[in-house]
Every structure is written in structure tokens, then in C-alpha cells.
């Protein structure tokens, strides 16, 4: 791709990601897309042939701009599976208002809006990824609840950890960061980890 291109998919990308920010929770179209980036409307379905594909991009685009990887890298290195549930739940939770405008968008347009919820499950996909690889560690290290399942405990993460609970806390009763993670860390090990002896 050259870097024209590239140039023209990013500033779509960075668009499409103000625009849900700054929407209402209505639909946004590829043409308030290309007029607000000041691309044609053929070239953005150059880019994207589909929303659908458009909104996915975007979601991920804030991955690459905020470099989950590196967030992730701690959890990802950690050796026992308890550090690597807390470094797991540390990465996202600190990931969240990067993502938040975005994410708040398409929570509330995927009830109405197919590609929009096409673009939600994609990224929760990928969270349900990261929960999964952190619940696996805790079962190698025996360290997962008893009768609990893997499936059962990478749900109950997924709950814990989500964006509308990260909203309730920090934006409706106004936890500081700091306090919401440490009690989502400390809440997510009594529910999912065998207690210590």
C-alpha cells in the first residue's frame, strides 16, 4: 500500500472513530464519513467495501494507535497465572478510556444496527482472548475456583471487567482509575481464583 494510501485509510479510520465520539448513539454513514474526512465517498469504499468492515477497522485502529501489544506485554510475559490475571485486568482497564467514546457508541447503536454490532462482537472477541488466556493460566497453576469451569470463569471476567461496570463506577459515582482497578483486580481474584490455604 503506498503511503498515499495509507495516509487516506488512516485519516479515514481517525474520522470514522471522531465521529462515533462525538454521535448520539445514530447511525454514522460512509458518506458523513468521507464529507467530514474530505475523501470521496468512492475512494473511503476503496478502502472499505462495507461498513461493517469500515467500523471494525476503526475499532481495531485504536489498538494499533494506542499499542495494545505493548499494554498487553506484561500480562502476556507474566509466568504465573495470578500476575498474569492482575496484568491482564491492569492493561484493560487502563485501555478503557482510550477506547470508551468508541465503544459507547457502539454499545448503543448495536441494538439497532447490524454492521455497528459486527463491529462490538469483533472487539469483544478479542477481550474474550485475552480472558481466556489469563483464566488458562490460572487452571495450569490449579488456581481456578473449584467447580468452576474455564468457560464459566472467562464469563464471569468478562462481566467483572466490562466497559458498562468501568462506566458506572468511574463516570456515575466517580472512583478514580486507580481505585476501580484495584477493586476489579481484587474482585476478579476472590471470584475466579482458589483462595490461598
Given at each position: 500500500?503506498?503511503?498515499?494510501?495509507?495516509?487516506?485509510?488512516?485519516?479515514?479510520?481517525k474520522t470514522t472513530c471522531q465521529?462515533?465520539?462525538?454521535?448520539?448513539?445514530?447511525?454514522?454513514?460512509?458518506?458523513?464519513?468521507?464529507?467530514?474526512?474530505?475523501?470521496?465517498?468512492?475512494?473511503?469504499?476503496?478502502?472499505?467495501?462495507?461498513?461493517?468492515?469500515?467500523?471494525i477497522a476503526a475499532a481495531r485502529?485504536?489498538?494499533?494507535?494506542?499499542?495494545?501489544?505493548?499494554?498487553?506485554?506484561?500480562?502476556?510475559?507474566?509466568?504465573?497465572?495470578?500476575?498474569?490475571?492482575?496484568?491482564?485486568?491492569?492493561?484493560?482497564?487502563?485501555?478503557?478510556?482510550?477506547?470508551?467514546?468508541?465503544?459507547?457508541?457502539?454499545?448503543?447503536?448495536?441494538?439497532?444496527?447490524?454492521?455497528?454490532?459486527?463491529?462490538?462482537?469483533?472487539?469483544?472477541?478479542?477481550?474474550?482472548?485475552?480472558?481466556?488466556?489469563?483464566?488458562?493460566?490460572?487452571?495450569?497453576?490449579?488456581?481456578?475456583?473449584?467447580?468452576?469451569?474455564?468457560?464459566?470463569?472467562?464469563?464471569?471476567?468478562?462481566?467483572?471487567?466490562?466497559?458498562?461496570?468501568?462506566?458506572?463506577?468511574?463516570?456515575?459515582?466517580?472512583?478514580?482509575?486507580?481505585?476501580?482497578?484495584?477493586?476489579?483486580?481484587?474482585?476478579?481474584?476472590?471470584?475466579?481464583?482458589?483462595?490461598?490455604p
Amino acid at each position: 500500500m503506498s503511503s498515499e494510501n495509507q495516509n487516506s485509510r488512516s485519516k479515514i479510520l481517525k474520522t470514522t472513530c471522531q465521529l462515533l465520539e462525538a454521535g448520539d448513539g445514530n447511525k454514522v454513514r460512509m458518506s458523513d464519513i468521507a464529507k467530514a474526512s474530505g475523501i470521496s465517498r468512492q475512494a473511503v469504499y476503496l478502502h472499505f467495501p462495507s461498513r461493517s468492515e469500515l467500523l471494525i477497522a476503526a475499532a481495531r485502529y485504536i489498538d494499533e494507535t494506542e499499542n495494545i501489544d505493548l499494554r498487553l506485554a506484561k500480562s502476556r510475559n507474566s509466568e504465573r497465572g495470578v500476575d498474569r490475571l492482575e496484568a491482564f485486568i491492569e492493561a484493560w482497564a487502563n485501555y478503557i478510556p482510550s477506547v470508551y467514546g468508541v465503544a459507547k457508541a457502539l454499545m448503543v447503536m448495536k441494538e439497532h444496527d447490524v454492521e455497528a454490532k459486527a463491529a462490538w462482537d469483533d472487539r469483544m472477541r478479542a477481550l474474550r482472548h485475552g480472558c481466556q488466556a489469563a483464566v488458562n493460566g490460572l487452571a495450569k497453576d490449579r488456581m481456578l475456583q473449584s467447580g468452576m469451569t474455564k468457560k464459566e470463569a472467562v464469563d464471569l471476567l468478562m462481566v467483572v471487567i466490562s466497559i458498562r461496570n468501568w462506566e458506572e463506577l468511574t463516570k456515575e459515582y466517580g472512583w478514580s482509575q486507580k481505585r476501580y482497578m484495584s477493586f476489579i483486580q481484587r474482585i476478579a481474584r476472590k471470584a475466579i481464583t482458589e483462595p490461598s490455604p
